[in-house]
């Protein structure tokens, strides 16, 4: 179970970093890593989200 979450986590980053590249956004600080972590797993649990949608949804409350 560590290793999936493990390489979920590492997901999750890997489309932070892509998208903050993409959109020229610069690199996200270390607080922003982890508050987009916890907004992705809070939309996925408790507000059901799919993965990507959760990707997305945090990535813009956290970014923007």
Same mark, same amino acid.
């Given at each position: 179970?560590?290793?999936?979450?493990?390489?979920? %986590?590492? !997901?999750? !980053?890997?489309? /932070?970093?892509?998208?903050c590249? /993409? /959109?020229?956004? $610069? /690199?996200?600080?270390?607080? *922003?890593?982890?508050?987009? !972590?916890s907004?992705?797993?809070?939309f %996925?649990?408790? *507000? $059901?989200?799919?993965? *990507?949608?959760?990707?997305?949804?945090?990535?813009?409350?956290?970014?923007?």
């Amino acid at each position: 179970m560590a290793n999936n979450t493990r390489e979920a %986590i590492d !997901l999750d !980053l890997d489309y /932070l970093y892509e998208k903050c590249k /993409l /959109l020229s956004a $610069g /690199l996200p600080t270390d607080n *922003q890593e982890d508050d987009y !972590l916890s907004c992705v797993k809070n939309f %996925i649990v408790n *507000q $059901g989200f799919s993965v *990507q949608k959760a990707r997305h949804e945090a990535f813009k409350k956290v970014m923007n």
